[in-house]
C-alpha cells in the first residue's frame, strides 16, 4: 500500500481553498449548534477527531453534555411551539429542504472531503455515492412536505355524526446516529423530520461529527429558523443518554448497535418516548446454481466490501448452492485477492481506512476467530501500513451458520461464505439468524425468488441484486435488526401521530 496523505498535507491542501481552519491548525468544528448558534459545551471539554487513514488529529470538537442537551432542547421547543418556524407552511418547509439540497450540491466537494477525512471511505464514494443520495434525500422530502393528510372516517356505531383525522408532527425529536454514513445518516432523519413539522436535536457519533457540522452551517445559510435543527456533538454515554433521558424530548430516533438501541430502549421508557430503532444485520446473499453466477460474485463483493464492510446492510453471509460453489469461488476469491485498500483521499481507491483503530481491533479478533473455529481463510485476513485502520478484504470459506463469524455483524471488510444443498436448506440457513435487516436471492427462477420474498424474514429482499436502497422505498429491520421504517412515506408515520377529531351533526 502506498503511503496515505497525511492529515497535515492535506489540511495544508484544504488551506488555500477554503477558509477551514482555526486558531491552532486544525479543522474549525470546535462548535456545536444550538438555538441558531454556534457555542463550544457548557463545560469547556472537547473530543479529537481523528483522520482514519494516519491516525491523526484533525480537529478538536466540544464535547456536550447534559447541560448542552438541556438548551438544546429548550430552542427545539420554542421553534416548535412559537416563532417563524411555526408559521411555516408545507410549501415554505419544502422550499427550505430544497434549498439545503441546492447548498449542499454547492459545497459537495468540500463535504465530500470532510466525510471522507473523518470516516476514512473513499473520496470517490463520498462524492459519487453519499453525498448525492443525500441530497437527494433532502429534496426527495421536499416533495413530501405538507403532503401527509388525514381521513374522513363515517362511525361505525353513531348516525349524523362524521370524523376526520389530522396528521399532526410529533414535536421534539431526538436522533443519535453512527459513523459508518455520517451525513446519509442525518439526513435521513433530518429530512422527513422537518417535511412533517418536527424539530430536532442530533447527536452525531462522535468519530464523525465534521460533516454533520457543516450541514448545520448550509442549514442556517438556507434560511433554516433557529433551534430547528439543533447539533449537539458530544460521547453517547453523556450527551447520548441525556437526550434520551430528556423529558421535552418526544421521540428517539437511532441507528447504531444492539446493544446500545436495547439500552436506549430502556431508557426512553422513563418518559415513554416513541422510539424507532435501526441496529444493523447479518444478512444473507443466497445464491442458486441457476443465476448469472459472474454477476452474481461480483455484486457479492460490492455488498460485503462496499464502505470496508462498515454497513448495516452488509451482505456478510454468502450462501452458495453446492452444484455451483467452485465456480463461484473463483470469482469471488480471486477478485477479493486482488482488491486493494489505499489512501482515502486518492480518487483512485475504491477501499479505504476502517473508522477508528477500535473498530479494525475489532474486525481483526473476529478475523482470529474465524481462524480458530475452523473456518477456511482464502483471501485477505491482515492489516495493511503501520499508521491507519486497513484491512485488506477478508473472505472465510466453508463457514458454519454456528460459527461466530457467521451470527454476530462483524461491521468490517469480512464475508463468510456458506455452502447450501437445496432451497430449503437455504432459506432455513437464512432465517437462523437474530437479525433480519436485510437479504437478496439470485435466481433465474422467478417461482423460486418470489417463494423467498416471502419467506425471508428481513426487512428488504433484493432479487437478482444487492444494496439497491432508495429514498422512496421504506427500509428497517425485522427481529433484532430493530423496528419503525426510515426513507419514504413509510418514515412520515414515524414523524407524524394521528389525532381524531368527531363532528356531532345531531
Ligand atoms: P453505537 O455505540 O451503537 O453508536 C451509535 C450511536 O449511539 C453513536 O452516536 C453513539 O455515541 C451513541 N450512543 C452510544 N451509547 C449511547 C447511550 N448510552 N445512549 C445514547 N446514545 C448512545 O455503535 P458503535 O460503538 O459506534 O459501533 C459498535 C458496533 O455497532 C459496530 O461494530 C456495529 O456492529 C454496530 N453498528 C451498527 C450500525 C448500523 O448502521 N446499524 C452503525 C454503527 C455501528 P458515540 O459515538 O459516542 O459512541
Ligand atoms: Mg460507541
Redesign the pocket.
Known sequence: MQESTTAGELIAQLKPRKNQLDEHGLLRYGKMLIDGEWVGAASGETFESVYPGTGEVIANVASGGKEDVDRAVAAARRAFEEGEYKKMNGADRGKLLWKIADLMEANIEELAELETIDNGKPLVESLRVDLPQSIACFRYYAGWAGKTTGETIEPHARVNAFAYTLREPIGVCGQ??????PIQ?ATWKIAPAIACGNTVVI??????PLSILRLGELMLEAGMPKGVVNIVT????????A??DHPGVDKIA????????K??MR?AAGTLKKVTL????KSPNIVFADSNLELAAKVALAGIFFNQG????AGSRILIEASARDQFMEVLAGRAAKMTVGDPLDPKTRMGSL?SE??MN??LGYIDKGKEEGARLVAGGNRVGGSGYFVTPTVFDGVNNDMAIAR?????PVASVITFNDADEALRIANDSAYG?ASAVWTNDLKKALTFARGIKAGTVWINTYNMTDNALPFGGYKD??FGRELGAAALETYTQTKTVYVDLN
Open positions: 443519535i446516529i453512527p459513523w459508518n454514513f445518516m447527536k452525531p457519533a462522535e468519530q464523525t458530544g460521547l453517547g454515554e453523556t450527551a447520548g443518554a437526550l434520551v437511532f441507528t447504531g448497535s444492539v446493544e446500545v438501541g439500552l436506549i431508557n435501526e441496529l444493523g444485520g462498515q454497513m448495516c446492510t473508522v477500535e473498530q475489532r474486525v454476530e455483524e462483524i461491521f468490517g435487516l435488526s430493530g
